[in-house]
């Protein structure tokens, strides 16, 4: 059975930092393209950064503030964002990509003051 699951949403101040977790299980971790999304309501989903197993690549909206890493012994990717801007509020999303596509449920992050 195959789990995508995230962690480590929450509420924050602007300019603080949160580290989202992605846990999976139930495909060939190493193989597949690792991704993060968000979204907010009334938009499209927005890729943020994305890892084939090499350097990760970000859009430009969080280049610099935003890092993800991967784990594959623990198939587990992570996002560390810093200095957030209420801009960055949405759902952020853990997409796993290769011979099938799987999506986590999705965690809230709020940055208010």
Do not use: I
């Not at 968000?38 to 950064?49: D, I, M, T, W, Y």
Request: with cysteine.
């Amino acid at each position: 059975q195959v789990q995508v699951e995230e962690f480590g949403g929450g509420s924050v101040q602007p300019g603080g930092s949160l580290r989202l977790s992605c846990v999976t299980s139930g495909f060939t971790f190493s193989k597949y393209v690792m991704s993060w999304y968000r979204q907010v309501p009334g938009k499209e989903r927005e890729l943020l950064a994305v890892n084939s197993g090499g350097e990760s690549n970000y859009a430009d909206s969080v280049e610099g503030r935003f890092t993800m890493s991967r784990d594959d012994a623990k198939r587990t990717v992570y996002l560390q964002m810093n200095n957030l801007e209420v801009e960055d509020t949405a759902v952020y999303y853990c997409h796993a990509g290769f011979v099938q596509e799987y999506w986590g449920q999705g965690t809230q992050v709020t940055v208010s003051s």
